[in-house]
């Protein structure tokens, strides 16, 4: 999307004459079509972009002269119970304990993907792992969660 509007608005325009304002441009117009998420990736990306422009000429410092956007605030959706349902019923049995882990237990999705057989205490009934910030948490499991754990044991 970045590259396509910048060749729109820019054509061919060599990048020692990038300038400012047609870049401003860009930014208020990302911010007039698209969400607020996009939008502020895209200025980010950008950025990005600019930044290694000025090892081939671009003029320097372009990328603190775009307009700042306001930063998007926590994606707050969250899927149904009949979305949910619909995203286990085509869902392996390793998808579907990793959809558990995140909604159940309200873990990332890098402690989800960390639990292997040995986080697993069956007479206990719970999970042990290392959090964010590496600290060791336990948490009990539910009846959905340790039938597919114990799907995925070793034989």
């Not at 060749?7 to 400012?20: Q, R, T």
């Not at 870049?23 to 607020?36: F, S």
């Not at 309200?106 to 719970?126: L, P, V, Y």
Request: hydrophobic fraction near 40%.
């Amino acid at each position: 999307m970045m590259a396509r509007d910048l060749d729109h608005a820019l054509g061919h325009l060599p990048v020692s004459k990038l300038n400012a304002i047609a870049l401003a441009g860009i930014v208020l117009g990302w911010k007039d079509r698209y969400a607020r998420n996009t939008a502020y990736s895209l200025r980010s990306r950008l950025c990005h972009f600019l930044h290694h422009a000025e090892q081939f000429g671009a003029e320097h410092r372009l990328r603190e002269q775009l307009p700042r956007l306001k930063s998007p605030g926590a994606r707050t959706v969250i899927a149904s119970a009949e979305e949910f349902g619909k995203l286990l019923a085509v869902s392996t049995p390793w998808e579907q304990l990793f959809l558990y882990l995140t909604r159940h237990t309200a873990m990332r999705f890098s402690e989800a993907c960390s639990i292997t057989e040995k986080s697993w205490d069956r007479e206990k009934h719970e999970l042990t792992f290392v959090k964010k910030g590496g600290e060791t948490l336990i948490l009990p499991t539910t009846p959905e969660i340790e039938r597919l754990l114990a799907i995925a044991q070793p034989a």
